[in-house]
């Protein structure tokens, strides 16, 4: 599931992907691969690591070139920030 309740305000969002993460987790109980921009679910999840488990693809930032490099590495843990800006830059995006 990608992107669940995004286009819908920071809150309904939100609500939307935690509703069902926690029905997928705690009542299905099947494997799925979650993706999702809400940080907040993080906490909420994370404590209950036989059921959610937290991963990223890992990627590198170089300072000196300002790029991000990405290593096609499936980690666990929590991505450390955000390379959006830095990702729209490479792809030729003007950003301020």
Not at 49 to 54: A, D, E, I, N, R
Request: net charge neutral; glycine share 8%.
């Amino acid at each position: 599931m990608d992107e669940l309740g995004r286009g819908t305000s920071t809150f309904d969002g939100y609500s939307i992907a935690h509703s069902v993460l926690t029905y997928l987790a705690t009542t299905v109980h099947c494997r799925t691969l979650f993706t999702t921009h809400y940080h907040m679910l993080v906490e909420d999840f994370k404590s209950i690591p036989h059921q959610v488990g937290l991963y990223h693809m890992q990627s590198a930032y170089e300072e000196s070139s300002d790029r991000v490099k990405f290593l096609y590495k499936f980690v666990p843990g929590v991505a450390p920030q955000s390379f959006g800006i830095y990702v729209a830059k490479m792809a030729g995006i003007n950003v301020r």
